[in-house]
């Protein structure tokens, strides 16, 4: 099935972005207002630029489970947290492997 991701930015929709898994998290960076990046069920993390949503300017693909988690570090580095236990740090610079990972272990 098709996740839609609706855009809400000051009460009124920019946009949807139509994803075809679960969407688990949405992060905008606080020094961008066009930048969006969501963690999904198909364990990967989608990157767009809210002026052309057609399709992602970025895929990070490193995990191997849902990735729950993304936070902004700033507009070009990117954090990822997985129920397969890892963090991931990326640079979103046309990057496709993270920068570093820890395996978080019980």
């Excluded at 929709?13 to 898994?21: L, M, Q």
């Excluded at 849902?66 to 236990?85: E, H």
């Amino acid at each position: 099935s098709i996740t839609d991701v609706l855009i809400v930015i000051l009460g009124g929709s920019i946009g949807t972005i139509k994803t075809e898994a679960n969407v688990c998290c949405v992060q905008f960076p606080g020094d961008s207002a066009h930048l969006l990046a969501f963690g999904s069920a198909d364990y990967k993390i989608y990157c767009y630029d809210l002026r052309n949503t057609r399709q992602p300017w970025c895929v990070l693909a490193d995990h191997n489970r849902t990735v729950s988690y993304v936070k902004f570090i700033d507009s070009n580095t990117l954090i990822s947290a997985s129920t397969d236990n890892t963090l991931k740090l990326w640079d979103n610079q046309g990057q496709t492997s993270p920068m570093a990972f820890v395996e978080l272990r019980p």
